[in-house]
């Protein structure tokens, strides 16, 4: 499945795939609103079979397929964190 990606420029870390280059159309407007300036980063060929740095490539597919888009939100600060300093926050 090809897919379009894009990067938020107000929020660091922050993509949103669509179906279809530049059709924000299916996105809901709190949410496009919510993104901000949007950047086109890429153009990428989906399979279950193709690895993603931070998503499962069928989750993203699903979504691309139901909904026309999907957004991969920055990780949390926690799960950046060494796991030695998360063992002290605990």
Same mark, same amino acid.
């Given at each position: 499945?090809?897919?379009?990606?894009?990067?938020s420029?107000?929020?660091?870390e922050?993509?949103?795939y669509?179906?279809?280059?530049?059709?924000?159309?299916?996105?809901? #407007?709190?949410? *496009?609103?919510?993104?901000?300036?949007?950047?086109?980063?890429? #153009?990428?060929?989906?399979?279950? #079979?193709?690895?993603?740095?931070?998503?499962?490539? #069928?989750?993203?597919?699903?979504?691309?397929?139901?909904?026309?888009? *999907?957004?991969?939100?920055?990780?949390?600060?926690?799960?950046?964190?060494?796991?030695?300093?998360?063992k002290?926050?605990?």
């Amino acid at each position: 499945m090809q897919c379009f990606i894009y990067k938020s420029l107000k929020k660091d870390e922050l993509y949103l795939y669509l179906d279809k280059k530049d059709d924000f159309s299916a996105v809901p #407007e709190a949410l *496009f609103k919510s993104l901000g300036r949007l950047t086109f980063v890429m #153009e990428l060929q989906l399979s279950p #079979e193709r690895k993603l740095a931070r998503e499962n490539p #069928e989750k993203v597919i699903a979504s691309l397929q139901s909904k026309g888009f *999907f957004v991969q939100l920055p990780p949390t600060l926690i799960s950046t964190m060494p796991t030695t300093v998360d063992k002290q926050l605990h």
